[in-house]
C-alpha cells in the first residue's frame, strides 16, 4: 500500500468514526454535511488527524469555509492532509 | 417607593473592577472613552508552547501591595480580583455592614473557572514536577465559592452568599439574581459581580482545543473577524434596595429594571438566535420597557462568527424596526472575553452609558458585515443621551442571561 492510500485509508476511518458509519460508506466526494458531522464533529475530526500523522492542521473553526485547510469534501481534507505531511517529511 | 405589584426597586451605589484596561473604575472608563486595546503579547510560565499568545492580561500588578501573606496564601487570583474590585464598589457605596445590615446584605459572584490558577500550579507540582504533597490550601484557594465567601466575611455579610457558574454568562446570571432578590425582598443589599483569572497555560490551552480564538485581534461584528480572545479580571457592584438608598441619601449611579434568563436547549456552543432573543425580549418586558426605550446594549459580542451573526439577528427582531436606531457595541475588543466575569466588566460600559452619556465604542472595526448590519459605534467612542441599556450575555451551554438598566 502506497502512502497515498495509506492516508485515504486513515482519514476514511477517523471520518467513518464520527459520522458514526462503516468506512466503507464514506465516498470521497462526500461533504461534512453529507455525512452529518457538525461543527464540533469537524474540530473532534481535525483533532484525530493531527494525532494520527503528526501534523498541525490550521483549522479555525470560526468561520471553517475561510480556513486555509480545505474541509470542502472528504476527498480536498485527503489531499490537504497529503500535503501537511509531504511538507513535514519534506521539513 | 416600591415598584410594580409590591415589588422593590434596585439601585447601583457602587461599582469597582480590576481589568486589562485599568485597576479600578475610573482607569476602565477611561479606557473605554478613549478606545483602547488591553489586549497584548501574554506573560506568564510556558507560553511558547500556546498557538495562540494574546490575552488581555491585567497588568502591572502587585499582589503583596494589596494583600498580606496569610492572604495571598489563601486567594486564588479570581479571588484577589473579586476583593479589590468589591473593596472599591463599597467603599464607593458608603456602606457599612455591621449590626441589622450584614444580617440581610449577601453576594452572589459569577465565575467560569474559579481558581484555576490553584489548579494549574498544582497539576504541574505532581503530575510534571512529580512532588506528592501539595499546599494544604488548594482546595479552599480553589474552590469557585472561593471568591464570594471571602467577600462574605470582608465585609460580614451574613444574608445569601454563593457562586453562579454558567461559563460566559455566569456574572449576569449572578447579577440577575441579586437584582431578583432585592426586587423580592429577601435582601437589603447585594455585592455581586463575577471575576475570572483563567490566563494560565492550562486555561488558554483548553481553549486553543475548541480553534475559536483568534491569533492577532479581537475584531466584533467587522467581517474579517477570526474569533475570540481572552482577558481576565473582575466587576462587582453594589446592588441596594432603592428605598434603603434614597434613605440614607447615597448616591444611585444607575437602576436595575430587568432581568431575564433563557435556555436554547439546542447545542453545547453552537449559539440560537431565537434563545438570543427570548432573554432579549424578557428583560425588556420584565422591565416593562418598550424597545423604543433602549438606547444602548452592551452587546455578548465576542468576535466569533457564530456569535456576532446570532446575536445581531436576535437583537433585530426583538427590536423590530427600533433596531436600526439603537447603538450595541462590544467593549471585548478592548477588556477581551473575561468569561465568568464579562458582564461585570462590561455592565461598567452601560453605567458609563446611562450617567456620563458616553457610548463605548468597538474597536477593531474595519470592515462592514451585512450579517451585523446595525449601528456597532465603531472604534471611537460616541456622545449620546439615553435612558436605558441592555446588557447581553450568551454562554456556551445555550444559556442566555440579559439585564436592564435605567438612569436613575
Redesign the interface.
Given at each position: 500500500m502506497n502512502e497515498r492510500e495509506r492516508i485515504r485509508q486513515r482519514i476514511t476511518a477517523i471520518i467513518a468514526e464520527q459520522a458514526m458509519l462503516d468506512p466503507s460508506e464514506v465516498r470521497m466526494e462526500m461533504t461534512p454535511q453529507d455525512l452529518g458531522i457538525?461543527?464540533?464533529g469537524l474540530?473532534e475530526s481535525?483533532?484525530a488527524i493531527e494525532e494520527a500523522f503528526d501534523v498541525s492542521v490550521p483549522?479555525?473553526?470560526?468561520?471553517p469555509d475561510k480556513s486555509e485547510f480545505d474541509i470542502s469534501s472528504v476527498g480536498a481534507i485527503v489531499a490537504a492532509v497529503e500535503s501537511l505531511v509531504e511538507a513535514k517529511e519534506r521539513a | 417607593m416600591s415598584g410594580q405589584a409590591g415589588l422593590r426597586r434596585v439601585a447601583i451605589t457602587g461599582a469597582g473592577t480590576i481589568n486589562a484596561l485599568g485597576h479600578d473604575v475610573p482607569a476602565t472608563l477611561e479606557a473605554f472613552r478613549e478606545g483602547r486595546c488591553g489586549i497584548g503579547q501574554l506573560e506568564f510560565r510556558d507560553v511558547e508552547r500556546l498557538t495562540i499568545q494574546i490575552g488581555a492580561q491585567v497588568r502591572g500588578y502587585d499582589p503583596q501591595a494589596h494583600f498580606n501573606r496569610q492572604q495571598i496564601t489563601l486567594y486564588d487570583r479570581f479571588t484577589q480580583f473579586t476583593l479589590l474590585a468589591a473593596k472599591e464598589a463599597v467603599a464607593q457605596s458608603g456602606l457599612s455592614f455591621q449590626g441589622e445590615l450584614g444580617l440581610c446584605s449577601g453576594v452572589v459572584l459569577g465565575t467560569a473557572g474559579g481558581g484555576l490558577n490553584t489548579w494549574d500550579e498544582n497539576y504541574r507540582v505532581v503530575y510534571e514536577e512529580g512532588k506528592n504533597r501539595v499546599h494544604p490550601f488548594v482546595v479552599p484557594k480553589l474552590m469557585n465559592n472561593a471568591a464570594a465567601s471571602h467577600v462574605s466575611m470582608e465585609f460580614g455579610l451574613r444574608g445569601p452568599a454563593f457562586s453562579v457558574s454558567t461559563a460566559c454568562a455566569s456574572a449576569n446570571h449572578a447579577m440577575g439574581l441579586a437584582f431578583q432578590m432585592i426586587r423580592a425582598g429577601a435582601a437589603k443589599v447585594m455585592l455581586t459581580g463575577g471575576s475570572e483569572a483563567m490566563l494560565v497555560f492550562g486555561g488558554v490551552k483548553a481553549w486553543e482545543?475548541?480553534?475559536?480564538m483568534?491569533k492577532d485581534a479581537c475584531r466584533p461584528f467587522s467581517a474579517n473577524?477570526?474569533?475570540m480572545v481572552q482577558g481576565e479580571g473582575a466587576g462587582v457592584f453594589v446592588f441596594e434596595d432603592w428605598d434603603h438608598a434614597r434613605a440614607r441619601g447615597a448616591e444611585i449611579l444607575a437602576e436595575v429594571v430587568g432581568f431575564a434568563m433563557t435556555a436554547d436547549a439546542a447545542?453545547?456552543?453552537?449559539p440560537s438566535a431565537q434563545g438570543a432573543e427570548r432573554a432579549i425580549a424578557g428583560a425588556m418586558a420584565d422591565a416593562r420597557l418598550a424597545p423604543e426605550t433602549f438606547g444602548y446594549i452592551n452587546a455578548h459580542g465576542t468576535g466569533?462568527?457564530?456569535n456576532d451573526k446570532t446575536e445581531c439577528a436576535a437583537v433585530a427582531h426583538a427590536f423590530g424596526p427600533h433596531a436600526d436606531r439603537v447603538m450595541i457595541s462590544s467593549t471585548k475588543a478592548m477588556h477581551g472575553h473575561v468569561i465568568g466575569g464579562t458582564g461585570a466588566v462590561e455592565l461598567l460600559a452601560c453605567i458609563m452609558a446611562l450617567r456620563d452619556g458616553v457610548i463605548a465604542p468597538t474597536i477593531g472595526y474595519e470592515e462592514p458585515d451585512p450579517e451585523c448590519a446595525l449601528d456597532v459605534v465603531p472604534n471611537e467612542a460616541r456622545e449620546a443621551k439615553v435612558g436605558a441599556v441592555l446588557s447581553n450575555a450568551f454562554a456556551f451551554g445555550g444559556l442566555n442571561a440579559v439585564l436592564a438598566l435605567k438612569r436613575a
Amino acid at each position: 500500500m502506497n502512502e497515498r492510500e495509506r492516508i485515504r485509508q486513515r482519514i476514511t476511518a477517523i471520518i467513518a468514526e464520527q459520522a458514526m458509519l462503516d468506512p466503507s460508506e464514506v465516498r470521497m466526494e462526500m461533504t461534512p454535511q453529507d455525512l452529518g458531522i457538525d461543527s464540533l464533529g469537524l474540530v473532534e475530526s481535525i483533532f484525530a488527524i493531527e494525532e494520527a500523522f503528526d501534523v498541525s492542521v490550521p483549522f479555525n473553526a470560526n468561520e471553517p469555509d475561510k480556513s486555509e485547510f480545505d474541509i470542502s469534501s472528504v476527498g480536498a481534507i485527503v489531499a490537504a492532509v497529503e500535503s501537511l505531511v509531504e511538507a513535514k517529511e519534506r521539513a | 417607593m416600591s415598584g410594580q405589584a409590591g415589588l422593590r426597586r434596585v439601585a447601583i451605589t457602587g461599582a469597582g473592577t480590576i481589568n486589562a484596561l485599568g485597576h479600578d473604575v475610573p482607569a476602565t472608563l477611561e479606557a473605554f472613552r478613549e478606545g483602547r486595546c488591553g489586549i497584548g503579547q501574554l506573560e506568564f510560565r510556558d507560553v511558547e508552547r500556546l498557538t495562540i499568545q494574546i490575552g488581555a492580561q491585567v497588568r502591572g500588578y502587585d499582589p503583596q501591595a494589596h494583600f498580606n501573606r496569610q492572604q495571598i496564601t489563601l486567594y486564588d487570583r479570581f479571588t484577589q480580583f473579586t476583593l479589590l474590585a468589591a473593596k472599591e464598589a463599597v467603599a464607593q457605596s458608603g456602606l457599612s455592614f455591621q449590626g441589622e445590615l450584614g444580617l440581610c446584605s449577601g453576594v452572589v459572584l459569577g465565575t467560569a473557572g474559579g481558581g484555576l490558577n490553584t489548579w494549574d500550579e498544582n497539576y504541574r507540582v505532581v503530575y510534571e514536577e512529580g512532588k506528592n504533597r501539595v499546599h494544604p490550601f488548594v482546595v479552599p484557594k480553589l474552590m469557585n465559592n472561593a471568591a464570594a465567601s471571602h467577600v462574605s466575611m470582608e465585609f460580614g455579610l451574613r444574608g445569601p452568599a454563593f457562586s453562579v457558574s454558567t461559563a460566559c454568562a455566569s456574572a449576569n446570571h449572578a447579577m440577575g439574581l441579586a437584582f431578583q432578590m432585592i426586587r423580592a425582598g429577601a435582601a437589603k443589599v447585594m455585592l455581586t459581580g463575577g471575576s475570572e483569572a483563567m490566563l494560565v497555560f492550562g486555561g488558554v490551552k483548553a481553549w486553543e482545543g475548541l480553534r475559536v480564538m483568534s491569533k492577532d485581534a479581537c475584531r466584533p461584528f467587522s467581517a474579517n473577524r477570526n474569533g475570540m480572545v481572552q482577558g481576565e479580571g473582575a466587576g462587582v457592584f453594589v446592588f441596594e434596595d432603592w428605598d434603603h438608598a434614597r434613605a440614607r441619601g447615597a448616591e444611585i449611579l444607575a437602576e436595575v429594571v430587568g432581568f431575564a434568563m433563557t435556555a436554547d436547549a439546542a447545542d453545547i456552543v453552537m449559539p440560537s438566535a431565537q434563545g438570543a432573543e427570548r432573554a432579549i425580549a424578557g428583560a425588556m418586558a420584565d422591565a416593562r420597557l418598550a424597545p423604543e426605550t433602549f438606547g444602548y446594549i452592551n452587546a455578548h459580542g465576542t468576535g466569533t462568527a457564530a456569535n456576532d451573526k446570532t446575536e445581531c439577528a436576535a437583537v433585530a427582531h426583538a427590536f423590530g424596526p427600533h433596531a436600526d436606531r439603537v447603538m450595541i457595541s462590544s467593549t471585548k475588543a478592548m477588556h477581551g472575553h473575561v468569561i465568568g466575569g464579562t458582564g461585570a466588566v462590561e455592565l461598567l460600559a452601560c453605567i458609563m452609558a446611562l450617567r456620563d452619556g458616553v457610548i463605548a465604542p468597538t474597536i477593531g472595526y474595519e470592515e462592514p458585515d451585512p450579517e451585523c448590519a446595525l449601528d456597532v459605534v465603531p472604534n471611537e467612542a460616541r456622545e449620546a443621551k439615553v435612558g436605558a441599556v441592555l446588557s447581553n450575555a450568551f454562554a456556551f451551554g445555550g444559556l442566555n442571561a440579559v439585564l436592564a438598566l435605567k438612569r436613575a
